[in-house]
């Protein structure tokens, strides 16, 4: 029987031989991947890495504690414009600067969790939108931040040697995003993330248990702005060019409709919500210029609609992907997961 006998057995690495073995595999798999690919599909795994590592901070705030941010594009932008920043002016190593970036955001994060202690529902997510609204304009007028214009990444230099290509950056961020899963694994399953899940519950409830909510709501949207920080700093490096419409609106739909997607409340659903939803968002751009979808579309905006418009049939199909997705699947790719787990271990009864 598989009894757990002491908290401290949840934030074991290793439970099972069974997951030696697998995390052995994605090793082999993270290692051979950059020696078999293209420069392109390395880019791809890139930014699908960096989007993993902002869904799972804002998964703990909305899958584990139960609030709403609609602003965490601001966020990612605080964190890229103070890497750039910390590197161009105090001249600091890009991992140092990333990391103070990193806290910066989680300052930002901190200070927005406090109107959350008495907000809820729609009236914090208008405060979330209006906060990352907030930022990309105070940036985009400031010189200090380069104005419209933004402004040029410096290149990492780590012991005298210049990344520049993606298959050099992708050993960074990939070992980035691996440390940084491992480490919001650890905090769900710690006391804290019990707390949080109690507060995601019932509020009231765990208030009577002796749960501090103004520490765990906070805490949650400070380390939620960590992520989303660091994140932004590792998107600037492959951008190599920051500007305030980089951080739009849109960006904080697809952070939180990763989130729903993956599977609120799970890791491995952040994981998954990152991949699918990054990998969707990178093709359907795509679809104009297919050879019959393409046309089809191209016909349809002609004759009914407006051809300006035809860019637009991205967001409606990818839309319509997502109201699918939710109603006939609420869990997530987590729950479909989990589905096949349980066929698997039951077969063939």
């Known amino acids: 029987m598989d009894m757990k006998r002491h908290y401290y057995e949840d934030i074991q690495i290793f439970q099972k031989p069974v997951h030696v073995f697998w995390f052995v595999i994605l090793l082999i798999g993270l290692v051979i991947l950059p020696l078999v690919t293209r420069n392109y599909t390395m880019s791809l795994v890139n930014f699908i890495a960096i989007n993993v590592i902002v ?122 995003t691996v440390l940084m899963a491992f480490a919001m694994r650890n905090l769900t399953r710690s006391r804290v993330g019990r707390a949080l899940i109690a507060i995601r519950e019932s509020d009231i409830a765990a208030e009577t248990l002796g749960v501090n909510l103004a520490w765990y709501k906070t805490l949650s949207f400070a380390v939620s702005a960590f992520y989303a920080g660091v994140a932004g700093g590792l998107l600037a490096i492959i951008f190599g060019y920051i500007n305030p419409s980089i951080f ?68 409606v199909l990818f839309g319509i992907l997502l109201i699918l997705f939710v109603v006939f699947e609420p869990h997530g790719l987590y729950g479909i997961w989990l589905r096949i787990k349980k066929y698997w271990k039951t077969w063939p009864f």
């Open 55 to 176: 869904t799972l901070g804002l998964n703990l705030l909305v899958g584990y504690t139960g609030q709403i941010s609609l602003g965490h594009a601001g966020f990612v932008a605080i964190g890229a414009y103070a890497t750039v920043l910390l590197m161009q002016h105090l001249g600091l190593n890009f991992f140092p600067a990333l990391v103070l970036a990193g806290f910066v955001a989680a300052g930002f994060g901190f200070l927005l969790g406090l109107p959350a202690l008495r907000l809820e529902g729609p009236y914090l997510a208008i405060a979330t939108l209006g906060f990352g609204m907030a930022v990309t304009q105070i940036i985009g007028r400031s010189t200090f931040f380069g104005g419209r214009m933004g402004l040029k990444v410096p290149k990492i230099n780590i012991a005298g040697i210049t990344l520049s290509s993606d298959k050099e950056l992708y050993i960074v961020i990939i070992s980035i």
């Open 248 to 315: 739009d609106f849109v960006m904080s739909i697809l952070f939180l409709a990763m989130v729903v997607v993956g599977g609120a409340g799970a890791i491995l659903g952040s994981i998954l919500g990152g991949i699918v939803v990054t990998f969707l968002d990178l093709k359907l751009n795509a679809v104009t210029s297919m050879p019959l979808i393409g046309d089809l579309l191209r016909e349809i905006s002609t004759r009914w609609m407006s051809v300006s418009g035809l860019p637009n049939f991205r967001s």
